[in-house]
């Protein structure tokens, strides 16, 4: 019973840690797969909300009425006019557009239009500030999309504690004219923070942290981010890996990036230390539990059979060691264990049919072992006669030539030959030149027998000799030939082909007999 317990013991220990292992292993990278699609879909979300606003733009610089109100008929300061500019911004963007503020401004007059959350025509002053950081890196892009992130400045802001994302395009009078004027678009960060945390609710992700930041490393979101964070995740290699152990910050993290193609904005989700390990701990405790409880119940279990199995496997032990090869007992009785275990009876059963059958068995096999024997003397015997034979033609042919009577001879000679090769292992190969040369035997033999009836021509490629190939293969089919093609009153023709082609080798044998009819084939 202690040994059972003990193996028991270390079978539950192994399959509790293989149960805890596989299944916080399945639970991680489940959860990194799930942190990715996640961090997929936030960072094409963010792109459809960009290019929503890109498309903004391009429609509003595709307007020529726009384009001439910006550079000619504001400075008219018609409030006409100013209205129709209105009317033709909000039928591009509608009532309800999708972004906090836009600010269009003219290099060339220096003013400003503002349109959103206020609605202005003003005059205009760019500071160095400015300069630097929305207007020359949009002039340089020359027409193409500029994302700014929150932590630099806008072309101008309503109001300043509201953190925006700003969207600006250079653009001219006319689409290959000099760029002079800006039209910026800003969307909300709290726009942003809205979408993540819908998508939070939707994937029930709400342990996990996003941080958003451009190819210049400048946080997007949140827009507080440490310059010392970015840096640190922004080295990250996220592609061939996911778990990180931050020396900077001194916690482990699950990472997983998206860079988008279209606006070089770097998408981050991280997972912290403590979820992690809230979870490990999780199954560790699901572990400890059903180890506890399974080994009581198999400790309970073990006690309570090892009684019942011991006595009648004691019983069955001695019975075993007893059993003598010399005297078999298959009269005696095994004790009654039906009521105990039905494995027990059939153990019992089982070891009664052993002795009989072991019983049969040596007696067959004392019989097969006699058998054996007789047929090795059998194959002896006829080994003694094929030498026999081959030395009585040898003798016949020896005296035929000592007579003068050649023809004779050569018949013994080459039947001698023909003996020897079909009774030599037919499992070992030969080559092509022995079988040939088995075969000629035979058609000699025929043409000795037949006279002008039969006649033979060969045509073999020398290059054939050495190819290895079974025994009896072309013999076979001749004697075919032979038997279903001779007539008496004619005279049979039998031709054997023989080449190499494209590394293959090809034997073809043909007669000019009547061949086999359709119903025979």
Partial sequence: ALLYSAVFF????????????????????????????????????????????????VRILESPDILEYIFDGASEQSVQKEWQFRDDLYSIVGYNYEFYHMNIVNLEDSTMHTFGESYYYMPYTVT?????????????????????????????????????ISLTRAFGRYPLAAKTAVIEIQIEVAALEDMISELFYTYDNADEQVIIFDKDCKPVYPSDLSESKIQYYASLDTDGHARFQSSVFDTGEIVTAQTSDDTDLTTMVITSESYIISNRLSYLLICG??????????????????????????????????????????????????????????????????????????????????????????????????????????????????????????????????????????????????????????????????????SFRYQVSPELNRIRLP???????????????????????????AWMQDNFWYVNITDNGDGFSQILL
């Fill in 128 to 164: 160095p500030e400015i300069e630097e950081a929305v207007i020359a890196p949009t002039l340089e892009l020359n027409g193409a999309k500029n994302i700014i992130p929150p932590s630099e400045p806008c072309l101008y802001a309503p109001r300043e504690d509201v953190p925006v």
């Fill in 10 to 57: 270390i079978l539950l220990v192994i399959v509790c840690g293989i149960y805890f292992f596989t299944s916080y292993y399945n639970f991680l990278n489940s959860h990194i797969n799930s942190s990715r699609q996640l961090t997929k879909i936030i960072s094409n979300q963010l792109d459809e909300m960009l290019d929503k606003v890109n498309a903004y733009e």
């Fill in 289 to 454: 539990l059903f180890f506890i409880t399974a080994f009581g119940l198999l400790m309970f279990t073990t006690y309570r059979l090892a009684g019942r199995i011991s006595r009648p496997l004691t019983i069955l032990k001695d019975r075993m060691s007893r059993l003598d090869l010399d005297r078999i007992d298959t009269d005696s009785e095994l004790p009654d264990v039906s009521r105990s275990f039905s494995e027990l009876d059939v153990l019992y059963q089982a070891y009664a049919k052993m002795q009989h059958r072991l019983k049969k068995s040596l007696d067959d096999a004392v019989e097969s072992r006699t058998l054996t024997i007789h047929s090795q003397m059998m194959a002896l015997q006829a080994q003694m006669d094929s030498h026999f034979l081959y030395n009585t033609l040898t003798i016949i042919s020896i005296f035929a030539e000592d007579n003068d009577d050649s023809q004779v001879a050569v018949i013994c000679i080459k039947l001698t030959q023909m003996l020897r090769y079909i009774t030599e292992d037919i499992s070992k190969d030969t080559t092509f030149a022995l079988e040939l040369a088995h075969t000629r035997n035979y058609t000699d033999l025929i043409s000795i027998r037949f006279g002008d009836l039969i």
């Fill in 471 to 497: 025994r009896l293969i072309i013999q076979p089919i001749v004697e075919n030939c032979v038997k279903y093609s001779r007539k008496p009153d004619r005279i049979l023709e039998i031709s054997v082909q």
